[in-house]
C-alpha cells in the first residue's frame, strides 16, 4: 500500500509540474502577443503628446520627456476641421447600418434555422458564397446602382448597400438553432404570430450573439475607407477615416497632430467594445455550440 501511494504521488507531481510548464508557456505566449500588439498603440498615444520638436529628436523617445496636450487642441480649433461634423457623419451611418443588419441577420437567421421550405439549403449556399467574393468585385456594379438610384454623395448610399450581411446571418442562424422549438410550439399553442415568436421569443436570446455582430458592425463601418472614398464627395459629409486621410495628407510632418488625429478616430471604438466586450466574447463562444 505504502509502495502503491508513493507511485501515485509521484506521478501526480509530475503530472502537475507538467501542467504548469503547459501553463506558463501559453502564459508567455499571450502576454508577448499582448506586447506586439498593445506597443505601437502605446507608442501613438505617447507620440500624440509630445511636442513636434520632440519626436523628431535623435535618439528618439518612448515615453515624452515634456507632456502637452497641443495637437489636441490644435485639432480642436481648427475651422478646417469640424469634429462634431465628422463624428456625426460616422455615427449616422455606424448606428442606421448596425440597427438594420441586426434586425435583418436575426429575421433572416430565424427563418434558416427553424422553418422548413424549398431550396433552403440552396438559397443558404448562396448567401455564403458571398462571403467568399471580394469587394473589389462588387464595388463598381454597387456604384452604378447608387448612381441610378441618386444616392452618390449621401449618408445614406453608405447604409443602403449594406443593409443585408451574409456573415451576420450564418452567425445569427448558428445561435438560433441551439434555442429549443418546444418555445416556438408554446408560444403558437398560446395564438401568437409567427413574427410575435419572433420579437417575443427569439429577440430576447439573442443578446450575446446580437452585441457580437454589433461589434463588428460598428468596428467594419467606422474604419471603412475604400467605399466612403468612393461614394461621398463633399467634404462635410466625410466619414472619420476620410477626415484622418485628408488631415494626414495637409499636415504629413506633423506627427503629433497626425496620431492625436488617429487616437481621436479609434476612441469611439475602444469605448463601444469596452462596454460590450463581454457579451461580444459570450456571442461568439456559444455560437459555436449546437
Not at 507511485?7 to 499582448?34: D, E, M, P, W
Not at 466625410?238 to 478616430?265: C, E, F, K
Request: glycine content about 6%; hydrophobic content about 50%.
Amino acid at each position: 500500500m505504502e509502495t502503491y501511494s508513493i507511485s501515485t504521488s509521484g506521478k501526480q507531481n509530475k503530472f502537475s509540474i507538467k501542467r504548469l510548464f503547459s501553463q506558463s508557456f501559453a502564459y508567455l505566449i499571450l502576454i508577448f502577443g499582448t506586447l506586439v500588439t498593445l506597443v505601437p498603440f502605446i507608442w501613438v498615444i505617447f507620440t500624440s503628446l509630445k511636442p513636434a520638436s520632440e519626436i523628431i529628436r535623435i535618439p528618439p523617445t518612448f515615453f515624452p520627456e515634456t507632456w502637452t496636450l497641443d495637437s489636441y487642441r490644435t485639432i480642436f480649433t481648427d475651422p478646417h476641421v469640424p469634429l462634431a461634423l465628422f463624428y456625426f457623419n460616422s455615427f449616422f451611418v455606424a448606428t442606421f447600418r448596425v440597427v438594420i443588419t441586426i434586425f435583418t441577420s436575426t429575421l433572416a437567421g430565424f427563418i434558416f434555422a427553424k422553418y422548413k421550405f424549398g431550396g433552403k439549403d440552396a438559397i443558404f449556399g448562396f448567401i455564403l458564397v458571398q462571403l467568399m467574393i471580394p469587394f473589389q468585385v462588387v464595388m463598381i456594379p454597387g456604384y452604378l446602382i447608387l448612381v441610378k438610384l441618386h444616392l452618390v454623395d449621401s449618408l445614406w448610399g453608405l447604409i443602403i448597400p449594406s443593409m443585408v450581411d451574409a456573415f451576420g446571418i450564418f452567425l445569427m442562424r448558428q445561435f438560433i438553432e441551439g434555442i429549443p422549438s418546444e418555445l416556438m410550439d408554446a408560444a403558437r399553442i398560446d395564438g401568437s404570430s409567427e413574427f410575435g415568436i419572433y420579437w417575443r421569443i427569439i429577440l430576447p436570446q439573442l443578446g450575446s450573439a446580437i452585441a457580437a455582430l454589433g461589434i463588428f458592425t460598428f468596428m467594419g463601418t467606422w474604419n471603412d475607407y475604400l467605399w466612403p472614398l468612393i461614394v461621398i464627395t463633399t467634404h462635410e459629409k466625410r466619414t472619420l477615416p476620410l477626415l484622418l486621410t485628408w488631415y494626414n495628407s495637409q499636415h504629413g510632418t506633423r506627427y503629433d497632430l497626425t496620431m492625436a488625429a488617429s487616437i481621436l478616430v479609434l476612441l469611439p471604438i475602444l469605448i463601444v467594445y469596452a462596454i460590450f466586450q463581454r457579451r461580444f466574447v459570450r456571442g461568439i463562444t456559444m455560437t459555436g455550440f449546437k
